[in-house]
Protein backbone atom coordinates (compact mmCIF):
# COMPACT_ATOMS: atom_id res chain seq x y z
CA UNK A 1 0.00 0.00 0.00
CA UNK A 2 1.10 3.35 -1.01
CA UNK A 3 1.27 5.72 2.35
CA UNK A 4 2.17 9.17 3.12
CA UNK A 5 3.35 10.20 6.27
CA UNK A 6 1.72 13.83 6.89
CA UNK A 7 2.10 14.66 10.32
CA UNK A 8 5.28 14.17 12.66
CA UNK A 9 3.96 11.91 15.20
CA UNK A 10 4.18 9.19 12.05
CA UNK A 11 0.84 9.30 11.13
CA UNK A 12 -0.03 8.10 7.46
CA UNK A 13 -2.77 8.54 4.57
CA UNK A 14 -3.08 5.91 2.18
CA UNK A 15 -3.03 6.82 -1.20
CA UNK A 16 -3.25 6.02 -5.42
CA UNK A 17 -1.39 7.39 -8.16
CA UNK A 18 -2.52 5.95 -11.50
CA UNK A 19 -0.63 7.22 -14.48
CA UNK A 20 -1.53 9.02 -17.18
CA UNK A 21 -0.69 11.92 -19.73
CA UNK A 22 -3.93 13.92 -19.74
CA UNK A 23 -4.99 16.16 -17.02
CA UNK A 24 -4.02 15.32 -13.67
CA UNK A 25 -6.87 14.78 -11.26
CA UNK A 26 -6.98 14.51 -7.46
CA UNK A 27 -10.34 13.46 -6.03
CA UNK A 28 -11.38 14.29 -2.62
CA UNK A 29 -13.88 11.93 -1.42
CA UNK A 30 -16.95 13.52 1.38
CA UNK A 31 -16.96 13.19 5.22
CA UNK A 32 -16.24 9.46 6.95
CA UNK A 33 -16.06 7.84 3.47
CA UNK A 34 -12.97 6.65 1.69
CA UNK A 35 -11.48 6.31 -1.74
CA UNK A 36 -13.30 3.51 -3.16
CA UNK A 37 -16.66 5.63 -3.47
CA UNK A 38 -14.80 7.07 -6.03
CA UNK A 39 -13.51 3.65 -8.03
CA UNK A 40 -16.27 3.96 -11.09
CA UNK A 41 -14.82 7.84 -11.54
CA UNK A 42 -11.59 6.57 -11.47
CA UNK A 43 -11.65 4.22 -13.84
CA UNK A 44 -13.26 5.93 -16.49
CA UNK A 45 -10.69 9.06 -16.04
CA UNK A 46 -7.52 6.20 -16.19
CA UNK A 47 -9.36 4.62 -19.35
CA UNK A 48 -9.54 8.50 -21.12
CA UNK A 49 -5.72 8.63 -20.48
CA UNK A 50 -5.68 10.79 -16.97
CA UNK A 51 -3.65 10.95 -14.01
CA UNK A 52 -5.75 10.21 -11.00
CA UNK A 53 -4.42 10.66 -7.36
CA UNK A 54 -7.49 9.59 -4.75
CA UNK A 55 -6.57 9.49 -0.94
CA UNK A 56 -8.36 8.65 2.23
CA UNK A 57 -8.51 11.50 4.33
CA UNK A 58 -7.37 11.48 8.28
CA UNK A 59 -9.43 8.85 10.10
CA UNK A 60 -10.99 7.26 7.37
CA UNK A 61 -10.80 4.28 5.00
CA UNK A 62 -6.93 2.95 5.15
CA UNK A 63 -5.44 6.04 6.58
CA UNK A 64 -4.43 6.13 10.42
CA UNK A 65 -7.56 6.26 12.61
CA UNK A 66 -5.59 8.50 15.57
CA UNK A 67 -4.57 11.65 13.94
CA UNK A 68 -4.85 14.53 16.64
CA UNK A 69 -5.49 16.84 14.06
CA UNK A 70 -8.25 16.09 10.90
CA UNK A 71 -9.70 19.35 10.54
CA UNK A 72 -10.55 20.73 7.03
CA UNK A 73 -6.97 22.22 6.77
CA UNK A 74 -5.14 19.29 8.11
CA UNK A 75 -7.26 17.76 4.81
CA UNK A 76 -5.51 20.84 2.75
CA UNK A 77 -2.32 20.49 4.08
CA UNK A 78 -2.38 16.38 2.93
CA UNK A 79 -3.42 17.52 -0.59
CA UNK A 80 -0.86 19.86 -1.02
CA UNK A 81 1.47 17.91 0.48
CA UNK A 82 0.37 14.70 -2.24
CA UNK A 83 0.78 17.22 -5.03
CA UNK A 84 4.42 18.05 -3.65
CA UNK A 85 4.94 14.61 -3.02
CA UNK A 86 3.94 13.18 -6.06
CA UNK A 87 5.52 16.24 -8.40
CA UNK A 88 2.45 16.98 -9.92
CA UNK A 89 3.03 20.36 -11.68
CA UNK A 90 -1.12 20.74 -12.31
CA UNK A 91 -4.19 19.46 -11.68
CA UNK A 92 -8.06 19.62 -11.58
CA UNK A 93 -9.59 18.85 -7.97
CA UNK A 94 -12.94 17.44 -7.40
CA UNK A 95 -14.01 17.69 -3.96
CA UNK A 96 -17.46 15.37 -2.79
CA UNK A 97 -19.57 17.43 -0.06
CA UNK A 98 -17.11 17.74 3.18
CA UNK A 99 -14.44 17.24 0.03
CA UNK A 100 -15.44 20.41 -1.66
CA UNK A 101 -14.47 22.70 1.16
CA UNK A 102 -11.43 20.78 1.07
CA UNK A 103 -11.03 20.84 -2.69
CA UNK A 104 -11.54 25.13 -2.23
CA UNK A 105 -9.18 25.70 0.15
CA UNK A 106 -6.39 23.34 -1.56
CA UNK A 107 -7.09 25.20 -4.67
CA UNK A 108 -6.32 28.51 -3.21
CA UNK A 109 -3.28 26.99 -1.40
CA UNK A 110 -1.89 25.20 -4.73
CA UNK A 111 -2.45 28.63 -6.74
CA UNK A 112 -1.07 28.50 -10.31
CA UNK A 113 -0.61 24.60 -10.09
CA UNK A 114 -4.47 23.99 -9.62
CA UNK A 115 -6.03 24.38 -13.12
CA UNK A 116 -9.51 23.92 -12.33
CA UNK A 117 -12.03 22.68 -9.96
CA UNK A 118 -15.05 20.03 -9.60
CA UNK A 119 -17.36 20.52 -6.67
CA UNK A 120 -19.90 17.45 -6.21
CA UNK A 121 -22.34 18.45 -3.85
CA UNK A 122 -20.45 19.99 -1.93
CA UNK A 123 -20.41 21.63 1.51
CA UNK A 124 -18.74 24.71 0.25
CA UNK A 125 -18.76 28.26 0.46
CA UNK A 126 -21.06 27.33 3.71
CA UNK A 127 -22.68 24.67 4.74
CA UNK A 128 -24.95 25.81 7.86
CA UNK A 129 -27.35 29.05 7.52
CA UNK A 130 -26.41 31.99 8.97
CA UNK A 131 -27.56 35.91 10.04
CA UNK A 132 -26.05 36.77 6.08
CA UNK A 133 -26.63 33.56 4.53
CA UNK A 134 -30.10 31.73 4.16
CA UNK A 135 -29.16 28.22 2.54
CA UNK A 136 -27.97 25.20 4.06
CA UNK A 137 -28.64 23.25 7.17
CA UNK A 138 -30.60 25.86 9.76
CA UNK A 139 -28.17 26.95 12.35
CA UNK A 140 -27.41 24.37 15.00
CA UNK A 141 -28.10 21.67 12.60
CA UNK A 142 -24.00 20.54 12.39
CA UNK A 143 -23.55 20.64 16.11
CA UNK A 144 -26.96 18.34 16.28
CA UNK A 145 -26.00 15.87 13.70
CA UNK A 146 -22.12 15.40 15.61
CA UNK A 147 -24.57 14.71 18.62
CA UNK A 148 -26.27 11.82 17.07
CA UNK A 149 -23.58 10.43 15.41
CA UNK A 150 -21.49 10.18 19.16
CA UNK A 151 -24.08 8.92 20.56
CA UNK A 152 -24.65 5.60 18.16
CA UNK A 153 -21.96 5.86 15.43
CA UNK A 154 -23.24 2.43 13.14
CA UNK A 155 -26.62 3.34 13.55
CA UNK A 156 -26.26 7.00 12.26
CA UNK A 157 -24.01 5.74 9.45
CA UNK A 158 -25.97 3.32 8.55
CA UNK A 159 -29.16 5.74 8.16
CA UNK A 160 -26.53 8.23 6.33
CA UNK A 161 -25.99 5.48 3.71
CA UNK A 162 -29.47 5.59 3.39
CA UNK A 163 -29.94 8.78 2.53
CA UNK A 164 -27.07 9.56 0.32
CA UNK A 165 -29.00 8.64 -2.85
CA UNK A 166 -32.44 10.79 -3.79
CA UNK A 167 -33.67 6.92 -4.97
CA UNK A 168 -33.70 3.85 -3.83
CA UNK A 169 -29.90 2.41 -5.32
CA UNK A 170 -30.62 -1.18 -4.09
CA UNK A 171 -29.74 -3.14 -1.01
CA UNK A 172 -26.28 -3.56 -2.40
CA UNK A 173 -25.43 -0.58 -2.94
CA UNK A 174 -26.87 0.92 0.38
CA UNK A 175 -24.87 -1.57 2.06
CA UNK A 176 -21.19 -1.07 0.21
CA UNK A 177 -22.00 2.47 1.34
CA UNK A 178 -22.44 1.78 4.67
CA UNK A 179 -19.48 -0.31 4.89
CA UNK A 180 -17.44 2.19 3.77
CA UNK A 181 -18.42 4.79 6.03
CA UNK A 182 -18.09 2.24 8.64
CA UNK A 183 -14.15 2.00 8.20
CA UNK A 184 -13.41 5.41 9.52
CA UNK A 185 -12.40 6.14 13.02
CA UNK A 186 -14.25 7.37 16.06
CA UNK A 187 -12.72 10.65 16.07
CA UNK A 188 -14.10 11.96 12.71
CA UNK A 189 -16.89 13.73 14.20
CA UNK A 190 -14.43 16.31 14.36
CA UNK A 191 -14.29 17.08 11.04
CA UNK A 192 -17.82 17.60 10.21
CA UNK A 193 -18.18 19.53 13.50
CA UNK A 194 -16.05 22.35 11.37
CA UNK A 195 -19.00 22.82 8.83
CA UNK A 196 -21.04 24.96 11.67
CA UNK A 197 -18.55 27.72 11.48
CA UNK A 198 -16.85 27.04 7.64
CA UNK A 199 -17.30 30.08 5.62
CA UNK A 200 -15.28 30.25 2.00
CA UNK A 201 -16.93 32.84 0.06
CA UNK A 202 -14.16 35.02 -0.13
CA UNK A 203 -11.67 32.41 -1.60
CA UNK A 204 -14.37 31.02 -4.12
CA UNK A 205 -14.86 34.91 -5.22
CA UNK A 206 -11.07 34.86 -5.78
CA UNK A 207 -10.75 31.86 -7.73
CA UNK A 208 -9.85 32.69 -11.13
CA UNK A 209 -9.93 29.05 -12.10
CA UNK A 210 -12.84 27.04 -14.43
CA UNK A 211 -15.64 25.71 -11.54
CA UNK A 212 -17.70 23.28 -12.43
CA UNK A 213 -20.86 23.35 -9.53
CA UNK A 214 -22.49 19.88 -9.54
CA UNK A 215 -25.75 19.63 -7.55
CA UNK A 216 -28.27 17.06 -6.91
CA UNK A 217 -31.92 18.54 -7.04
CA UNK A 218 -33.04 16.00 -4.17
CA UNK A 219 -30.31 16.16 -2.19
CA UNK A 220 -30.92 15.59 0.97
CA UNK A 221 -27.77 15.62 2.70
CA UNK A 222 -26.42 19.49 0.86
CA UNK A 223 -28.67 22.13 -0.15
CA UNK A 224 -28.75 22.51 -3.66
CA UNK A 225 -28.96 25.85 -3.28
CA UNK A 226 -26.14 26.11 -1.76
CA UNK A 227 -24.03 25.01 -4.90
CA UNK A 228 -26.33 27.64 -7.04
CA UNK A 229 -24.97 30.15 -4.53
CA UNK A 230 -21.83 28.92 -5.31
CA UNK A 231 -21.90 29.63 -9.15
CA UNK A 232 -22.99 33.05 -8.55
CA UNK A 233 -20.17 34.51 -7.02
CA UNK A 234 -17.17 32.69 -8.99
CA UNK A 235 -15.76 34.45 -12.00
CA UNK A 236 -15.38 31.32 -14.18
CA UNK A 237 -18.19 29.08 -12.39
CA UNK A 238 -20.61 26.42 -14.52
CA UNK A 239 -23.81 25.29 -12.64
CA UNK A 240 -25.15 21.48 -13.85
CA UNK A 241 -28.25 20.17 -12.05
CA UNK A 242 -28.69 16.57 -11.91
CA UNK A 243 -32.88 16.98 -11.37
CA UNK A 244 -33.30 13.66 -10.36
CA UNK A 245 -30.07 12.69 -8.13
CA UNK A 246 -29.45 13.43 -3.94
CA UNK A 247 -26.23 13.55 -2.76
CA UNK A 248 -24.04 11.66 -5.06
CA UNK A 249 -24.84 12.03 -8.79
CA UNK A 250 -21.65 9.77 -9.95
CA UNK A 251 -23.50 6.84 -8.14
CA UNK A 252 -27.15 7.90 -8.74
CA UNK A 253 -26.24 8.66 -12.96
CA UNK A 254 -22.67 7.58 -13.58
CA UNK A 255 -23.27 8.11 -17.80
CA UNK A 256 -24.54 11.56 -17.06
CA UNK A 257 -21.66 12.37 -14.52
CA UNK A 258 -19.21 10.89 -16.62
CA UNK A 259 -19.96 12.88 -19.54
CA UNK A 260 -20.39 16.10 -17.22
CA UNK A 261 -16.86 15.99 -16.21
CA UNK A 262 -15.19 14.76 -18.88
CA UNK A 263 -16.51 17.59 -21.10
CA UNK A 264 -15.08 20.19 -18.31
CA UNK A 265 -12.21 18.24 -18.53
CA UNK A 266 -11.42 18.30 -22.02
CA UNK A 267 -11.62 22.21 -21.82
CA UNK A 268 -8.53 22.58 -19.10
CA UNK A 269 -5.93 24.04 -20.91
Known amino acids: MAMLQVDGAGREIYYEHYSGDKTPVLLIHG ?9 NVTRVLVEAGHEVIVFDQRGCGRSDKDFDDA ?16 KVQSVVLNGWSLGGAIAVAAADSLGERCKGLVLTCAATPRYEQSADFPHGVPEGGVAGTVDMFNQNPLVFLHQLAQGVCAKDPGEGVVDW ?7 SGPLVGASIAELGVVDQRDIMKSLSIPVLNIIGAKDGVADPEVGRYAQSIQ ?5 VDFEDCGHAP ?15 LDNIN
Not at 74 to 80: F, L, Q, R
Request: glycine share 6%; net charge negative; aromatic share 14%.
Open 31 to 39: WAMSCRVWD
Open 177 to 183: MAGLFKE
Open 235 to 239: KHGEL
Open 71 to 86: SIAAGVADVVKLVDTL
Open 250 to 264: FIEDFPRYQAELSRF
